[in-house]
């Protein structure tokens, strides 16, 4: 059974750090791409970073470049996310995901956590 178990969300205020962290089972990880995407209350999806399937590449929407960090390892099939500087607008439920494609876009990838709150407030 393919299982994402996203990590470390939770309550921080405007200018603090978080970092997520995603484990994985149930399929080969290190042959798989990863991503981040995100929805806030209301709204879509908006898909937030991704990482290649060794690690060398990673892409960052223009919205969190320079405060989030991807990385991932593959020997402990985790995935995770350093967000520093965070802003009220990265408040949202943050969820990993995998897929046989390294690309931008979230419907690509076919395996979904469950999600993890972030919610960003004085």
């Known amino acids: 059974e393919v299982q994402l178990v996203e990590s470390g969300g939770g309550l921080v205020q405007p200018g603090g750090s978080l970092r997520l962290s995603c484990a994985a089972s149930g399929f080969t990880f290190d042959d798989h791409a990863l991503t981040w995407v995100r929805q806030a209350p209301g709204k879509g999806l908006e898909w937030v970073s991704a990482i290649s399937w060794n690690g060398d590449s990673t892409y960052y929407a223009e919205s969190i470049k320079g405060r989030f960090t991807i990385s991932r390892d593959n020997a402990k099939k985790t995935l995770n996310l350093q967000m520093n500087s965070l802003k009220p607008e990265d408040t949202a439920v943050y969820y990993c995901?995998?897929?046989?494609?390294?690309?931008?876009?979230?419907?690509?990838?076919?395996?979904w956590g469950q999600g993890t709150q972030v919610t960003v407030s004085s």
């Open positions: 995901a995998a897929g046989n494609k390294y690309t931008t876009s979230a419907a690509t990838y076919k395996y």
